[in-house]
């Protein structure tokens, strides 16, 4: 690859990314005068604009970035793992409230429905949608397998990576540990920042970790639910002011990683200018967002279209340079990595781990098994059913045939003898396909 290929391709993502970093500078503080943003959400803004006018002043901030990066993705993880233990009480919630609060028995023939659920799963559009289905139906299905039987359908879910390479395994893996929350309670003590965003949200996932749903009253339940509520509702708000964070700081990286190889354009003047404009008027006051005359439509009108041309380029030029030779760069590895499209990908070389052997897979299985079984052991009945049902809900389709999903679906109901229990299941199922028919 020649030099003239590299900036070609480090222009293209320059450009992009002082484009959209612009503009959803703009749009983090005019979100945050609108709502009521956390400290450490301010701090952090203040924080990424120092950074930008040092980008603007030829001061290098990569390990800063760095560091926010870290930061930034480590809440956003921090929030993931207690939504997956929300996720987890919440199955348990809607069957108990039933059971303590009964209504009017619901008109649904598991028959029928089983047979609404099949033609719902082959109308998937394609293999994709159609897998997605099957899993979003299993994770909602009553769970009366043994610890086992559990463990097994796990192991055959997870044959095909046998040869594979060992990351996509690992990978996997991951998935099924997130979706029965393992990562919320084997992390180190949370720190101060942590502590102060997450301290009820915390307090709360302990107190249903360790709730013997069975014995709650309705009072005991109606108290523990509008803590739940209170608690989701504060995770809901973190994950909308963290959202956002991990672009503007991969953009803003991405700047410092490629100035060096920008290929000089009249916009890059034009791009400068608009994002001083923007650092003046977010450290000029409170009211900056306001409209003036048609200013603020003036200062971004230069911008327009050019967020969608440059990923243009950018893709254009990325496509040529897909070599072993190239990928040893270290410019082009980290500005693809902050492009991906995911904004948590790594900027680390992964090592080649080799393959999944057999000793592999079955020393893989036998620690994620051990620590499923620790989990199991931990929590109520009911909890633990709720946790095979996320985890069945996100490992690979293990059926061979429509006629083994038929069977699994009318068991799973057949064999659930909690009426509570069936009927939350089956107005579930009835608004899963609701929604996902509304959705084609």
């Excluded at 590299?6 to 612009?22: G, Q």
């Excluded at 939504?83 to 649904?108: A, G, N, Q, T």
């Excluded at 003036?298 to 990923?311: H, I, M, R, T, V």
Aim: proline share 3%; with cysteine.
């Amino acid at each position: 690859m020649g030099s003239v290929d590299k900036k070609k391709l480090l222009s293209a993502a320059h450009y992009y990314s002082y484009t959209r970093f612009t503009l959803n500078l703009f749009s983090l503080f005019e979100d945050m005068e609108e709502a009521v943003p956390s400290a450490f959400l301010r701090e952090f803004a203040v924080r990424l604009t120092d950074k930008a006018e040092n980008f603007l002043k030829g001061e290098e901030e990569c390990s800063a970035l760095e560091e926010m990066r870290e930061q930034a993705l480590g809440l956003l993880d921090r929030v993931s793992n207690y939504l997956d233990c929300y996720c987890i009480h919440e199955y348990v919630m809607d069957r108990v409230e039933r059971k303590l609060f009964p209504e009017e028995s619901v008109r649904i023939v598991p028959e029928a429905l089983a047979d609404s659920l099949m033609d719902f799963i082959m109308d998937g559009e394609n293999n994709l949608d159609t897998n997605r289905r099957i899993q979003t139906i299993v994770g909602e299905l009553p769970v009366r397998f043994t610890k086992s039987k559990f463990y097994s359908v796990i192991e055959e879910s997870l044959r095909p990576y046998k040869g594979r390479e060992k990351r996509d395994l690992e990978r996997m893996i991951d998935k099924i540990r997130s979706a029965a929350a393992l990562p919320l309670y084997e992390t180190k003590p949370e720190d101060e920042l942590s502590q102060m965003l997450f301290q009820n949200i915390h307090s709360t996932a302990v107190e249903m970790e360790k709730c013997d749903y069975p014995e709650l009253t309705r009072d005991s339940f109606q108290a523990l639910k509008e803590r739940f509520n209170q608690s989701y509702d504060s995770l809901s708000n973190i994950l909308g002011q963290l959202i956002c964070l991990p672009d503007l700081v991969n953009d803003l990286y991405v700047l410092e990683k490629s100035r060096a190889y920008v290929i000089d354009s009249p916009y890059l003047d034009t791009a400068e200018k608009t994002l001083d404009a923007v650092l003046k008027r977010i450290i000029g006051g409170d009211d900056y967002c306001a409209e003036d005359g048609g200013e603020i439509s003036a200062l971004f009108a230069p911008l327009e279209g050019k967020q969608e041309y440059y990923w243009e380029q950018y893709l254009k030029e990325l496509g040529k340079c897909a070599s072993p030779e190239e990928d040893t760069d270290e410019e082009l590895f980290t500005v693809d990595r902050l492009l991906s499209g995911s904004f948590a990908a790594s900027l680390k070389r992964e090592p080649d781990g080799g393959k999944v052997t057999e000793q592999v897979f079955s020393s893989s299985l036998e620690t994620l098994f051990t620590q499923l079984e620790t989990r199991l052991k931990r929590t109520c009945k009911v909890t633990s059913r709720a946790v095979m049902a996320k985890v069945l809900s996100e490992i690979p389709v293990w059926f061979n045939s429509l006629e083994e999903i038929e069977s699994y679906i009318k068991d799973s109901l057949a064999l659930c003898m909690d009426t509570a229990e069936k009927e939350a299941c089956m107005i579930n199922l009835k608004q899963i396909m609701v929604e996902g028919n509304a959705l084609v």
